[in-house]
């Protein structure tokens, strides 16, 4: 919803091409071989959406559409009166389990997250099946905004790099040499941090969906309750029901939190990104 960015930050567009980050990522996706794309959206920005962005793809590849609808809940419950906030990442996921039979990418629409990434995750998924995920881990140093404090999942990994747990720390921001976050915790930027840039077989989806209605039986009352994917994952590990590769990745991220971030964003891409102009 863009609420620190003013608008549709998915709709934001850089260089003279005039491409969205969400561009960039369909690009990144095709080029490392998926052929499929479910846009997770809300049904009042349909016509916009499919005008502005996501037509352009339906040639290149198969194209569907999945919303996520906050009235469409579990164990016949409904939400509190006035409710308009999405019920959060891992719902958003959910409802596009109807579209999806295959190993599959899991990504935030606004955030940049680099080619490398994709072909590294779509080896990983070529042959995936069972309850083997992988997340994309990038370093903290370098997904951080000079505008203002980020919230990024911080990973616990073990010996042998798979995921421990994964801990949400919101307010990181560089201090001198360290990032502080605002529950006074403080990194020196090599941490590994969850970006939710997933790759997952389709049945997490069984998974998520149990754990959705245990969320909701819970939290149906809370106006601001969310169910983020990143905390779903670290359920199951803890839980036994999966194991979760993380995968480093050098990649810088980019990404349009505050509305100042766009002109530091279009000069990393003209410098960075091949083709960009």
Known sequence: ?????????????????????????????????????????????????RAALSGKYEDKMDVRYAFQDLTKLPLGLTPPEGRAKPWGTGHAVLCAKEEIAEPFLAINADDYYGPSSYRALGDFLNGAEGALYALAG????????????????????????FLKSVREFTGLQRKGLDVSSNEGA???????VSLNF????????????????????????????????????????????????????????????????????????????????
């Open 1 to 49: 919803m863009g609420s620190r960015f003013g608008g549709l930050k998915q709709l934001s567009k850089f260089g003279a091409k005039e491409e969205t980050l969400l561009d960039m990522a369909l690009q990144d996706a095709l080029a490392a071989g998926f052929k499929k794309a479910v846009f997770v959206i809300r049904r009042d920005i349909e016509k916009d959406f």
């Open 138 to 161: 990038y370093s903290l140093k370098n997904t951080l905004s000079e505008n203002g404090g980020v919230s990024r999942g911080v990973c616990e990994c073990d010996a042998h790099g």
């Open 186 to 192: 403080i990194f020196d930027g090599e941490e590994l």
């Open 198 to 277: 997933w790759a997952f077989t389709p049945d997490f989806l069984d998974i998520l969906s149990n754990y959705f209605e245990d969320f909701i039986s819970k939290n149906i009352s809370d106006p601001k309750a969310e169910f983020y994917l990143p905390f779903a994952v670290d359920r199951a590990v803890k839980e036994g029901r999966a194991k979760v590769r993380v995968v480093p990745t050098a990649e810088v991220w980019q990404g349009v939190t505050y509305k100042e971030d766009k002109p530091a964003v279009e000069a990393f891409l003209q410098k960075n990104r091949a083709g960009f102009r």
